[in-house]
């Protein structure tokens, strides 16, 4: 029997939601009672996702799924209509990745992060559009990074994924403003985040991977995903040190080669050689048995808020506190004068 839908309480669908960015995203929704449909491949972060979502007053459902499965992507989202009522948000934020250089990446890596980290927002972005357009509403928000403009050492695969990404949703985007859509699109360009991803992910490296400083925890990303699941934003950058690298590469990218030739190997490890025999989680889940939860290793390093994402979702009155202290700074020279 089709589940009778509370009219206030919006339907949202995150990839990737066991752990990191997406379990962080989920709890964030929670807190405004929406219903939630998860969707990863380990079961046991699933299932404490949803008990964590329930406690905050949302409702979940679990849904383990490889969003590299086109089929089984399109089936959650049908699941989840069945179940939970009308998509009104889609958050694609799964990923996969592999710390290496070029030289030593073989093609069946470069396929899978690829299959993940690209074209799992693709089939995502597909499922939610059959359901969507019919209606003419909703939101997908693509997770995206830095690194979608600003390709660093070390992690080839994912950089070049995410660079699809963006341009998967400008050609998107536009095709929605000729049909005259109330569909929207954005894309979230994030910073070096404390996600448990560094810990799993597969890695070549000599020492144990980690965020390129400075690092911010899930929620920061978390809270920028919320707010653009209510606000019409083309693209949002979250953190300085996205402005920063988005900005960078287009003034001075050569400089920005060699910076990260020197730096860019370093910034990424950090103290403990890497167990090059350990688990990761490129073609198999490492939370089937084990929650992760949100965060990893550096929550003595991270930041919780970002002064620049506060300014960017209040640049509106901002603008306008501007305009009135230049109005008053004038009025007094002014006065000065008469």
Partial sequence: MRAQRIPSRRTVVITGASAGVGRA??????????????????????????NDVEQLGGSALVLPVDVADAEAVDSAAMEIEQRLGPIDVWVNNAMASVF??????????????????????????????????????????????????????????YCAAKHAVQGFVDSLRCELLHDHSGVRVTMIQMPALNTPQFGWVKSRLPRKARPMPPIFQPEVAARAVVWASHNSRREMFV?????????????????????LARNGYDSQQHDGAEKRDRPNNLFEPLDMQRDHGAHGDFDQQAFGRSLQLWASQNRAWLFLG???????ALAGALSRNE
């Fill in 100 to 157: 290496s250089p070029v030289k030593q990446m073989t093609a069946e890596e470069f396929k899978r992060v690829t299959e993940v980290t690209y074209l799992g927002y693709v089939y995502g972005t597909l499922a939610a559009l059959r359901r969507m357009l019919p209606r003419n509403r909703g939101i997908v928000i693509q997770v995206g990074s830095a690194l979608a403009y600003r390709g660093i050492p070390l992690q080839s695969a």
């Fill in 25 to 50: 995203a989920a709890l964030e929704f929670a807190r405004e009672g929406a219903q939630i449909g998860l969707l990863a491949r380990g079961r046991a972060g699933l299932e404490a996702a949803k």
């Fill in 239 to 259: 953190g300085m040190p996205t402005v920063e690298a988005i900005i960078g590469d287009r003034i001075i990218p050569n400089l920005l080669d060699h910076y």
């Fill in 322 to 328: 501007a305009i009135a202290l230049g109005a008053v």
